[in-house]
Nanobody, 123 residues
Framework: QVQLVESGGGLVQAGGSLRLSCAASGRSFSTYTVAWFRQAPGKEREFVASISGFGDSTYYADSVKGRFTISRDNAKNTVYLQMNNLKPEDTAVYYC????????????????WGQGTQVTVSS
């Protein structure tokens, strides 16, 4: 079992930055790929980025490539999402999730989920 708790969301102006954190508890955290997803009102939950268990591989959605960076610190059982040059279309609830495959982009591929943190980008 893995429990995930997101934090770091908030309100920011377009062009600004935020760093989200996903704190995990439970066993064998480093064996899991961790991903960030987001869900805007009235839209499907969509993949944002993922990172392998030991942090040596990452994968990004085209919409965030070059602006967002995913990283992890297994000693702290935490995964981060650094978000730069934010745009109003990045407004969503952001969720972290734990699974197995690095390039899995569907919600069904992830077993454990956090409760989400709201990110709002004003224009």
């Amino acid at each position: 079992q893995v429990q995930l708790v997101e934090s770091g969301g908030g309100l920011v102006q377009a062009g600004g930055s935020l760093r989200l954190s996903c704190a995990a508890s439970g066993r064998s955290f480093s064996t899991y790929t961790v991903a960030w997803f987001r869900q805007a009102p009235g839209k499907e939950r969509e993949f944002v980025a993922s990172i392998s268990g030991f942090g040596d591989s990452t994968y990004y959605a085209d919409s965030v490539k070059g602006r967002f960076t995913i990283s992890r610190d297994n000693a702290k059982n935490t995964v981060y999402l650094q978000m730069n040059n934010l745009k109003p279309e990045d407004t969503a609830v952001y969720y972290c999730a734990a699974g197995i495959a690095l390039r899995a982009v569907t919600t069904a591929s992830y077993v454990y989920w956090g409760q989400g943190t709201q990110v709002t980008v004003s224009s």
